[in-house]
């Protein structure tokens, strides 16, 4: 499964769950952009630098299909290429919530258009499935990757909305914004 060679890489952090089911492999949780240097003589290494956080990808085979998460920084998207491109499927949708953009934007980046979202508060897992235009009722009895496969089915006619710009018109456009957080209530 794609997902145990990105964990013998150390890029899985924040782990909610990665499964397979069928000819698709889901995984919830943050990926690593930047690994963390080595910190020991066995090898360790510290925490990674960056990650896109909240990430909710399906893979179907060895390539990833949906790829979707959140960014506080738009700065970091090169590294999800850098990271990923090698295994993202030819029609990969990718779908991004990024804190530092003030309006949607679709992104070329090598070919690959990226639907980016502005979004300084929410679960990313609550906000695509409202792009998916689905509800809580449609997942019943399914699996966490089955989830998955029924949000990536529900965004085939998705179309992403906003500007289509170059990555270095994107990078142009930031705004100063802080992901918005909330204490124990």
Not at 108 to 127: R, Y
């Amino acid at each position: 499964m794609l997902f145990d060679t990105y964990d013998q890489k150390g890029l899985l952090f924040n782990m909610n769950f990665k499964e397979a089911e069928g000819n698709y492999a889901g995984y919830r949780g943050d990926l690593v952009l930047e690994l963390g240097e080595v910190g020991d003589a066995l090898g360790h290494r510290k925490p990674p630098v960056s990650t896109i956080k909240n990430t909710v990808v399906l893979a179907e085979g060895d390539k990833i299909k949906l790829y979707v998460g959140s960014l506080d920084d738009l700065a970091l998207l090169p590294k999800i290429f850098d990271y990923y491109k090698a295994d993202f499927a030819p029609d990969v949708k990718i779908i991004l919530f990024v804190v530092n953009i003030s309006k949607p934007l679709v992104i070329d980046v090598d070919g690959t258009a990226v639907s980016a979202i502005s979004l300084q508060e929410g679960l990313i897992w609550n906000e695509l499935i409202d792009l998916a235009a689905l509800d809580k009722g449609d997942f019943k009895g399914q699996s966490a990757t089955g989830k998955i496969v029924t949000v990536y089915k529900a965004l085939s006619d998705y179309k992403p909305k906003g500007d289509k710009v170059s990555l270095s018109e994107a990078l142009s456009r930031t705004v100063t914004a802080t992901r918005s957080g909330r204490g124990p209530v």
